[in-house]
């Protein structure tokens, strides 16, 4: 019996110790950071909102130089949405051998390619704002389908189901824009008397997207709403109806919250936005790319989600 006791008693202290052996380990798996950490973005486009993604990814970099760690974030940002632009800035910045890349991606097919090449250089790949591939870490809204479903609802109710309506598609390519109108649609499948009368590709180019909404109400004058799949038109629809004398008589639904969607959402001419929090992917970017250089773990999903936005909002 106290033979059986003892042997027990040593079989936990050996657990004990193989256990504290393990955890120690484990601690060594922990790359310590000894050098300055590069990371480099690339969005879809110059844009505002990306503006917002760099202030959170600055704000990253800032707290991690509190504790030690410096990290220089340098944007690479094409002037255009241009697929062939952007795959090859990612080409130069993987010979650049950085600690990180982060990418919107504008372009699924191509896009993931190039970001395999950079993986198979050991190069610390993530993806923001739009989705590209379940191969790479993702930032961003979870589903863009359900914002454009959600906004395309919203439009429809506030029409009571029924009138012509528009779409300002963004980039043909960008899976977020394709999949917010999916969404839009299947929306008003529901509507039968809802009817798209146009749809047109701005490439987030806010100046199309004012020029295409003109086009568009001078051929449907009877037109009662329009759908932004982006951050550009919105902004470009709202200065159209504007400019046409149609505020608060064309009804708008489109992304985000840049400053002039907002106001115009105050002043009646948006009738509803969904934004999303862009400023928490630059920071998760930039935590998860340090993470990787330290060898922790990282989610390979961060669901930053969406807000709506409408006149009930303003102050």
Known sequence: MKLSKLLTTAGVFTMLVASGAFAQSQRDLIKPISKELTFIFIPKVIHPWYDVVAEGSKFAAEEFAKSGIKVNVIWDQPP???????????????????????????????????????????????????????????????????????????????LNGKGKVGILSGSLTASDHVERIQGFKKALESHPDMQIV????????????????????????????????????????????????????????????????????????????KAQRQWDMGYWAVKYLVAMNENHTFPMSHDTGSRFITKADCK
């Open 198 to 273: 146009f749809e047109q590709p701005d490439n987030d180019i806010l100046e199309e997207a004012v020029t295409l909404t003109e086009n568009a109400l001078q051929a449907n004058p009877d037109i009662a709403g329009i759908f932004g799949s982006n951050a550009s038109n919105p902004i470009g629809a709202a200065r159209a109806v504007k400019n046409a004398g149609l505020a608060g008589k064309v009804a708008i639904v489109g992304m985000d919250d840049l400053p002039e969607a907002v106001d115009a959402v105050c002043d009646g001419t948006i009738t509803a936005l």
């Open 80 to 158: 255009q949405a241009d697929v062939t632009d952007q795959n090859q800035r990612i080409e130069t910045n993987i010979g650049r051998k950085p600690d990180g890349l982060a990418v919107a991606c504008l372009d699924r097919a191509t896009n993931v390619q190039m970001l395999s090449e950079a993986k198979k250089a050991g190069v610390n790949v993530i993806t923001f704002n739009s989705f590209c591939d379940e191969k790479f870490p993702f930032v961003g809204p979870k589903s863009s389908y359900q914002d454009g479903f959600d906004l395309g609802e919203y439009l429809a109710k506030h």
